[in-house]
């Protein structure tokens, strides 16, 4: 039934309806239609549930969603993120992104896989991060690929800023649950690179999950880790 309440609440059952433009969102975004996976609860590395309050603002995190092998940065930025009120989708529904959430509204999560070459947090290295400082390369607050500078604003939907990207990082969709803290991730929204993904890292996935295991659904629940434990080595740039 929540699971039912919330979909509604997002107008995410209009089947082929598409988005119609976002004030605030990148327009890729905006003519998409979301791709529901598992409603997945993220837990911490213990498999407690995980609580929005839990997170330190400002960190890289990692969880996998929607597979096995596919990451997404979760991150607590500095301010909210709002939909400005009263944006619609084309059809009349609210969109199916709804900016941050949280107490705060600042809890966002990004597909990892950068929308230029692909590259990804693995367990050896990671060359895309959220950057809290400028540096030399970039401004602040933003998450950044070192591996060829695509540089994209968490802070809006994870639009490109500067580099080679073509376009934004996918968004998942996350849900809050106001009586226990909780996050939920739900799908994802915008133009993902999952396909690509697989066929670019076909042996390496193979080699480090399992033949099939790699594209296998994340259910339930997904583990929450920090990006400086998860990755043994974060590219700064
Ligand atoms: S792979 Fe990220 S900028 Fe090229």
């Given at each position: 039934?929540?699971?039912?309440r919330f979909?509604?609440?997002?107008?995410?059952?209009?089947?082929?309806?598409t988005?119609?433009?976002?004030?605030g969102?990148?327009?890729?975004?905006?003519?998409q239609?979301p791709?529901l996976f598992a409603?997945?609860?993220?837990?911490?590395?213990?498999g407690?549930?995980?609580r929005?309050?839990?997170?330190?603002?400002?960190t890289?995190y990692?969880f996998?969603?929607p597979?096995?092998?596919?990451?997404?940065?979760l991150?607590?930025?500095?301010?909210?993120?709002?939909?400005p009120?009263g944006t619609?989708?084309?059809d009349g529904?609210?969109?199916?992104?709804?900016?941050?959430v949280?107490?705060d509204?600042?809890?966002?999560?990004?597909?990892?896989?950068?929308?230029?070459?692909?590259?990804?947090?693995t367990r050896?290295v990671?060359?895309?991060?959220?950057?809290?400082?400028?540096?030399?390369?970039s401004?602040?607050?933003?998450?950044?690929?070192?591996?060829?500078?695509?540089v994209?604003d968490?802070?809006?939907?994870?639009r490109?800023?500067?580099?080679?990207?073509?376009?934004?990082?996918?968004?998942?969709?996350?849900?809050h649950?106001?009586a226990?803290?909780g996050?939920?991730?739900?799908?994802?929204?915008?133009?993902?690179?999952?396909?690509?993904?697989?066929?670019k890292y076909?042996v390496?996935?193979s080699?480090e999950?399992?033949?099939?295991?790699?594209?296998?659904?994340?259910?339930a629940?997904?583990?929450?880790?920090?990006?400086?434990?998860?990755?043994?080595?974060?590219?700064q740039?």
């Amino acid at each position: 039934m929540r699971r039912r309440r919330f979909l509604s609440r997002c107008a995410l059952l209009g089947g082929a309806a598409t988005l119609g433009p976002l004030a605030g969102l990148p327009a890729a975004w905006a003519e998409q239609t979301p791709r529901l996976f598992a409603r997945t609860r993220l837990t911490d590395v213990h498999g407690r549930p995980l609580r929005a309050a839990d997170l330190a603002p400002e960190t890289n995190y990692v969880f996998q969603y929607p597979f096995a092998a596919t990451p997404c940065l979760l991150l607590k930025l500095a301010r909210p993120v709002t939909v400005p009120a009263g944006t619609r989708r084309a059809d009349g529904d609210a969109p199916a992104w709804q900016g941050g959430v949280g107490r705060d509204r600042n809890v966002v999560a990004f597909s990892a896989i950068c929308a230029h070459k692909l590259a990804y947090p693995t367990r050896e290295v990671s060359f895309i991060r959220y950057q809290p400082e400028k540096s030399a390369t970039s401004a602040a607050r933003v998450i950044h690929c070192c591996a060829d500078h695509s540089v994209y604003d968490p802070a809006d939907g994870a639009r490109v800023l500067s580099g080679p990207a073509p376009q934004p990082l996918a968004g998942i969709l996350l849900e809050h649950d106001a009586a226990d803290d909780g996050l939920y991730a739900l799908g994802t929204v915008g133009p993902d690179q999952f396909a690509a993904f697989f066929d670019k890292y076909r042996v390496r996935l193979s080699l480090e999950y399992g033949e099939s295991r790699a594209r296998s659904a994340v259910a339930a629940t997904s583990i929450v880790r920090e990006l400086s434990s998860y990755c043994r080595t974060t590219i700064q740039c």
